[in-house]
């Protein structure tokens, strides 16, 4: 076979995409991943914590975001482990650079309080802001709220909205007491 026609081939496959049986592989993998997930909640809410943690941590291990996070929780509320906000830290920001919302929400907390980690109010907002961008509506009202109290009230306004949208109760009662003040008059 010509060299020529060996690379024709090769780029041929290559822009075919992975090979079925590479697919099949992940999604099984997938599949196996989330039936483990499954099988850690419900022996979490059966309460047996420590076989719960110790499923989610397999999973952690195994680089699956939802394990990572599931680990973070129970550390940082001392649910079969210890009690260690350093360690749920580590896990969060485990989970949020894989690019969980959930857990970028977490470690912007952890910076805004110094739980777990030294406060850090820029890394805070940096953290909030990527969380926001996955739309989560904890972080949505975070933003909101400060752009709201620093006078920013169009962009504050907006950020609340889309919280309370998501479901956010806190935003939701936020906007009920603007309409409220509002329905009233100065």
């Known amino acids: 076979m010509s060299r020529r026609l060996y690379l024709l081939l090769v780029l041929c496959g290559a822009l075919m995409g992975p090979s079925p049986v590479i697919a099949e592989d992940d999604q099984a993998r997938v599949g196996r991943e989330m039936i483990q997930a499954l099988e850690a909640y419900a022996v979490y809410k059966m ?9 989610y941590l397999a999973l952690a291990e195994a680089g699956n975001r939802q394990g990572m996070l599931n680990v973070a929780n129970m550390h940082a509320l001392g649910q079969g ?4 906000h350093a360690l749920a830290f580590q896990w969060y920001l ?4 894989a690019g969980d919302p959930i857990a970028q929400y977490e470690v912007g907390k952890a910076y805004d309080l110094g739980q777990g ?3 850090d109010l820029s890394l805070a907002q940096h953290w909030y802001e990527r969380a926001a961008e996955g739309n989560n509506p904890d972080a949505l009202w975070e933003l909101g709220k400060r752009d709201y ?3 920013r009230l169009e962009t504050g306004l907006a950020l609340i909205r889309r919280a ?3 479901g ?3 935003a939701r009662l936020f906007l009920h007491q ?7 008059g100065p």
């Open 47 to 55: 309460g047996d914590y420590e076989l719960a943690y110790s499923r």
């Open 81 to 84: 482990v210890p009690m260690d």
């Open 94 to 97: 485990r989970a949020a650079e």
């Open 117 to 119: 980690v030294e406060e």
């Open 149 to 151: 109290d620093h006078e």
């Open 164 to 166: 309370a949208e998501a």
């Open 168 to 170: 956010q109760p806190t």
């Open 178 to 184: 603007l309409e409220a003040e509002a329905s009233h």
